[in-house]
């Protein structure tokens, strides 16, 4: 083995107690970033309130956050190579928390641009890093820890909104974002006392797509791109259309909530699901329930519209899981942390910029018209997994 540096991989499989330290650590930081990164939803009628944004302008001013996040994914796991992923993923949710904090002091919209961008660049650490900790802790066995690490993920997105929006009714934005910082510097202390060192090797070369057929990760990375666009366009704009239909902020964080803990069942639903009907079904399943799903809700009144929340959620969140899994399918051994943060790069960087295209639609034309826009744009991922299904190692 090289004596160069690398944060993932070792010859020696790691005790089963370090695997699921690993596996902890990943789901705590994955809880935080995620939360963090989605609690943006909660504050964006404040900030139109605050600086008079149009939708367009809010889209940009989260994709700030998710555009600095997508753009640092590969430096990120360049940095662990060099300094170990358990220390840059404790600077990196430190940093994420200081972001909140000068959110906290910021008197102006450039001084808010400047928080979360900050806090973006630290949460670009979470998901290469925690990703291929647990695949490279679990090995072949790996896709059943990877579901888990990204269940906690959504636990976090459902909590952290929720909490933000119940602060948020007592207390000045501002404040709110000081006690969330908080809490991000006491995950940060428990990653770096729990998260083992999982031994080093150098990553030695580029991601190589591999399965039956040429281009498998580019496909699979097409389709995570379209599905994570549709999950972010519609998301910005689910405050919004509930508050159309009456929704105070409270119930606004509520029903992010309801989504977000469908997405957690989601999670484990596609992941049997896939597991049992494979990539391509599941595909097809939960991206034309997506579109089916945003329909219904538009069409519906306030407390109808909230019972539909947790479906969508189901399907609109369900497919990452059944990606994700399938990314060490399609990489040789030995890749999988530069393969996650060129997948995570690509659909976390769509995540930032389609909202905005989006966001265009809804400034012309309404809410409705982006949401709308949003549910088109999930069947594009259909004939996508439909050419991507023959070029899996395994197929059902």
């Known amino acids: 083995m090289s004596s160069s540096a690398n944060a993932f991989r070792s010859d020696v499989t790691p005790p089963a107690s370090r695997a699921r330290r690993a596996l902890f650590s990943a789901g705590l930081s994955h809880a935080l970033h995620d939360g963090y990164t989605d609690a943006i939803y909660i504050f964006l009628p404040v900030w139109q309130a605050e600086f008079a944004l149009g939708f367009s302008a809010l889209a940009a001013l989260r994709g700030l956050y998710s555009g600095t996040m997508a753009a640092l994914q590969i430096p990120a796991g360049r940095l662990a190579e060099r ?25 102006s919209l450039l001084g808010l641009c400047i928080a979360l961008a900050i806090g973006g660049a630290g949460s670009a650490t979470q998901h290469p890093l925690a990703s291929a900790a647990v695949s490279n802790a679990y090995g072949a066995k790996a896709r059943g820890p990877l579901g888990t690490y990204n269940f906690a993920g959504d636990l976090g997105k459902a909590a952290l909104p929720a909490i933000v929006a119940s602060l948020l009714a007592v ?3 501002r404040s709110v974002v000081w006690v969330i910082a908080t809490l991000g510097v006491l995950v940060a202390l428990i990653v770096w006392a729990v998260m083992p060192a999982l031994g080093e090797t150098k990553v030695p070369a580029p991601v190589v797509a591999q399965g039956k057929g040429r281009g498998g990760f580019g496909l699979l990375l097409s389709i995570g791109i379209f599905d994570s666009s549709v999950r972010m366009g519609f998301l910005t704009f689910l405050p919004f259309l509930l508050a159309e239909k009456g929704a105070g902020l409270p119930l606004i964080g509520f ?11 989601g999670k484990f639903a596609c992941g049997w699901l896939g597991g049992r009907m494979g990539v391509l079904a599941t595909v097809l399943i939960t991206e034309i329930g997506t579109a089916a799903a945003i329909l219904i809700f538009l069409a519906l009144p306030l ?40 997948f995570y790069t690509g659909t976390i960087g769509s995540g930032a910029l389609s909202p905005v295209l ?13 949401a709308i826009a949003a549910a088109a744009a999930a069947l594009i991922t259909c004939p996508l997994a439909v050419i991507l299904a023959p070029r899996l190692k395994t197929q059902r």
């Not at 300094?83 to 008197?107: H, I, K, P, Q």
């Not at 029903?255 to 069942?265: M, N, W």
Request: negative net charge; proline residues 8%.
């Open 83 to 107: 300094w170990g992923a358990r220390f840059v993923l404790f600077a990196g949710t430190l940093l994420a928390a200081l972001g909140y904090a000068v959110a906290g002091l910021s008197g």
């Open 171 to 173: 207390m000045p934005w």
């Open 255 to 265: 029903a992010l909530t309801l989504v977000f803990l469908g997405g957690a069942a």
């Open 303 to 342: 407390t109808p519209a909230m019972t539909i929340l947790p479906i969508l959620g189901i399907v609109m969140n369900g497919t990452s899981s059944v990606l994700y899994g399938t990314v060490p399918e399609l990489v040789p051994p030995g890749l999988e942390a530069r393969a996650f943060a060129l």
């Open 358 to 370: 989006f966001g265009v639609v809804g400034d012309l034309a309404g809410p409705s018209s982006g």
